[in-house]
């Protein structure tokens, strides 16, 4: 397929018409959908007014077409994005733009999609609705314009320290649209947090969920949560179980998370925002639905095989107190090799860490070992905290980023290089 990343105007607001960058006109972009073993093709097409990539995040694809800051794509140029899916790799995934210095702004303007893997052995019921929900926010001007201040303005210092959060929050674009289900019905849904620094803390009212997968994939078994918190480029999926009488409705709502310094956390930062309705339809309940106990085995990836623990140091726009230098490699590390990783957030904020093109899995946080085994490719790293992954290197050598998934962060050089050699 072909994605054209343009200038586009798109009502995203009633009444009045936003400047955006689109790929292929809309927002999100189209979801890619494909299978494992199958091959990708990706005609990228950059019509916007300044270099851009698209970066395939969580995906274990080459490193030359990880659409890195590496590899920029000059205004009008093109690049093809050629790579096949792995077995094993099905999963929730997400595109968007990672040209030095300005993935926040491009991101912000409106690049962003999702890419869902499918395997043909998946173990829920095919019967069973599957729902994307890729949640972005926005801050808008009077004239319908975003919102982006001035960096040195106060308000632009306040983003580029918090990272830059809107009040308006999108669900596929929308405001709060409505979903529809039947009373009895099981959901499948997928979840993306395309925001540049907004964490979810999501809760249905009335509903529990079954978290049944992380960004890399399905578990072993699901597990039962009242709430699931979502930082900036995670994703998971969830078994929505209707349990709600015919004609009644349920909120999906963004509960307050406090992930700020005081000096600078929004004053409404304890509101509760509702993100979409969920409308069970007047319908007699539909016949339960028997779901797995048992979803798929996840290889252990064996900490006392490490041969190396890498430190990541977070502080406030800096890793091991260094800021980003694509001329620099901050890790070599051999093909194949299977290392840990600890990072330690000194700071009064929380920190997403990700990495680049290969699929982890967390140890521990704070010394609490990880309950159970998942794929991840971002972990939210709480203030004053550290957390530790285990990461094997497979397959792909090359030049990989690890970054603070808070855009804003991220653009300052709260970013690093791994070599794999
Ligand atoms: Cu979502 Cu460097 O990536
Ligand atoms: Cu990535
Ligand atoms: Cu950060």
């Known amino acids: 397929m072909t994605l054209t990343a343009a200038p586009a105007q798109l009502p995203l607001r009633p009444g009045s018409a936003t400047d955006v960058f689109a790929y292929n006109g809309s927002i999100p972009g189209p979801t890619i959908e494909a299978h494992e073993g199958d091959r990708v093709i990706i005609h990228f097409r950059n019509e ?96 319908g314009s975003f919102d982006f201040p001035e960096s040195h303005s106060l308000h632009g210092r306040i983003d580029t320290e918090n990272g830059r959060e809107g009040d308006v929050l999108f669900v596929n674009g929308e405001v709060e649209p409505t979903l529809a289900i039947r009373s009895g019905e099981v959901q499948r849904w997928r979840v ?154 000194l700071v009064g904020m929380d920190h997403p860490f990700h990495l680049h093109g290969f699929q982890f899995q967390v140890l521990d946080r704070n010394g609490v070992a990880e309950p159970f085994r998942s794929w991840k490719d971002t972990v939210n790293v709480p203030r004053h905290s550290t957390v530790r992954f285990v990461v094997r290197y497979d397959d792909y050598p090359g030049k990989w980023m690890f970054h603070c998934h808070i855009l804003d962060h991220e653009d300052m050089g709260m970013m690093g290089v791994l070599e794999i050699t």
Do not use: C
């Open 48 to 143: 916007l007014p300044e270099p851009s990539t698209i970066h395939w995040h969580g995906l274990h694809i080459p490193a030359t077409i990880d659409g890195s800051p590496f590899h920029p794509v000059a205004p009008g140029g093109q690049f093809d994005y050629v790579f096949t899916v792995k077995p094993g790799a099905a999963g929730t995934y997400w595109y968007h733009p990672h040209p030095h210095n300005r993935s926040g702004y491009q991101i912000a303007k409106g690049l962003y999609g999702a890419f869902i893997i499918r395997a043909d052995d998946d173990p829920l019921p095919p019967s069973i609705p599957e729902k994307l929900l890729v949640l972005s926010d926005n801050r808008f001007l009077a004239d």
């Open 192 to 345: 993306i947090n395309a925001s540049g620094a907004r964490v979810y803390r999501l809760a249905l009212t009335g509903h529990s969920f079954l978290h049944i997968a992380n960004d890399g994939g399905l578990f072993e078994r699901p597990v039962e949560v009242s709430e699931i918190l979502l930082a900036n480029a995670e994703r998971v999926e969830l078994l929505v179980r209707g349990t709600g009488a015919p004609g009644s409705r349920a909120t999906l709502q963004a509960q307050p998370y406090d992930r700020y310094v005081p000096q600078t956390r929004p004053a409404d930062w304890s509101r509760t925002r509702d993100v979409l309705t969920l409308q069970y339809s007047a319908e007699a309940p539909a016949a339960p639905v028997i779901l797995p106990e048992v979803l798929r085995p996840i290889p252990r990836l064996d900490p006392a095989l490490a041969t190396d623990t890498r430190l990541m140091v977070l502080t406030q726009g800096l890793i091991n107190a260094r800021s980003m230098d694509l001329g620099r490699v901050d890790v070599s590390a051999p093909l194949g090799a299977t290392e840990i990783w600890q990072i330690e957030n």
